[in-house]
């Protein structure tokens, strides 16, 4: 992020404007590996939020790796024992449990609303996680392949018998031919894509035009939990999350890489809220009775834009 000669104002490292303003002082990590204290800068030019000052590659990559490590010793993989006792894995399995309460639960509450927007056709899953999503994809009999940069969560999909390919997804654009898929999926990565225009830009060739979509889910920045608890808010998530938009800014990043919008509104899940509430209490656990209490109100923040992510659906413009 650079800062402007003339005037010593930060410029937006999205749209390069100098009409900046500082967003939220004084937050903290998610998974605390510092005790620093992070900005972001919001832009009034494209309506996007970036940190300030920008984090070098070094110390993201430093961060993954951190979480990566925290991930090992929560997951408990022991290649000498055989002992597995995974979360990530019980949690997918237990989506087919015979459990009433939690099937009732996860319909109400589902952890994918993208999910029932892809009606068939080839997705390209991209940051895949432990492959939570492509499990789904693959119980529907949907064609599609992951990708996921981090070693442990590739072993961690494949003990759910997900297979996914370990790469890096700015590479994706040489791995696969053009053309070659009706949908993209961006499930909560494009607020750690460091120049995202670029980003989306190298990956449009991958779809088929006119009728391929690319669908993103994303923290919404204009959330009500955002408004109310500020600097506690658990979207924020720096350093990783480097960027963070509204519906307008979004729409400003598709529109430069070459994307038109189909649909775009927001999701509110009741633990979004219980996070945030979590951060504030310092808590350890969710609040299960306030996640129900809150729930009938979700509508309400969906109408007026104010959920806790956006979905968005777009494709390609016409040449």
């Not at 969560?153 to 696969?176: E, H, N, P, T, Y």
């Amino acid at each position: 992020m650079k800062k402007s000669n003339s005037k010593n104002t930060i410029k937006c490292p999205i749209c390069n404007s100098d009409k900046t303003f500082i967003k939220q002082r004084n937050i903290n990590e998610n998974i605390l590996r510092t005790t620093k204290n992070y900005t972001y800068i919001g832009c009034k030019n494209c309506n996007t939020s970036s940190l300030f000052p920008f984090p070098e590659i070094s110390e993201l990559q430093e961060h993954y790796q951190f979480i990566d490590n925290q991930s090992d010793k929560s997951y408990i993989i022991s290649f000498l024992s055989n002992e597995i006792n995974l979360s990530t894995v019980q949690y997918l399995e237990s989506r087919q449990s015979p459990n009433k309460l939690a099937s009732f639960w996860h319909n109400l509450n589902p952890e994918y609303p993208t999910l029932n927007m892809i009606t068939g056709g080839k997705v390209l899953d991209l940051g895949s996680g432990s492959g939570s999503f492509c499990k789904l994809l693959k119980e529907k009999e949907i064609d599609f392949v992951g990708v996921e940069q981090s070693e442990n969560s590739v072993k961690i999909a494949s003990l759910a018998g997900i297979d996914l390919i370990q790469d890096d997804i700015f590479s994706v654009s040489q791995r696969f031919p053009n053309s070659s898929f009706d949908y993209i999926t961006l499930n909560h990565v494009i607020e750690h894509i460091v120049n995202p225009i670029d980003f989306l830009h190298s990956i449009r060739s991958l779809l088929v035009s006119p009728t391929g979509q690319i669908i993103l889910a994303l923290p919404n920045l204009n959330s009500i939990s955002r408004f109310v608890f500020r600097s506690l808010w658990h979207g924020w998530d720096p350093p990783i999350h480097v960027h963070h938009y509204n519906s307008k800014s979004i729409e400003f990043i598709l529109d430069k890489a070459g994307y038109k919008i189909v649909s775009i509104y927001t999701n509110t899940k009741p633990d979004g809220f219980s996070r945030s509430l979590n951060k504030l209490l310092d808590a350890k656990y969710r609040f299960l009775l306030l996640r129900i209490l809150i729930f009938p109100f979700l509508w309400f923040l969906n109408l007026f834009g104010l959920g806790d992510e956006l979905i968005v659906i777009a494709k390609l413009k016409d040449d």
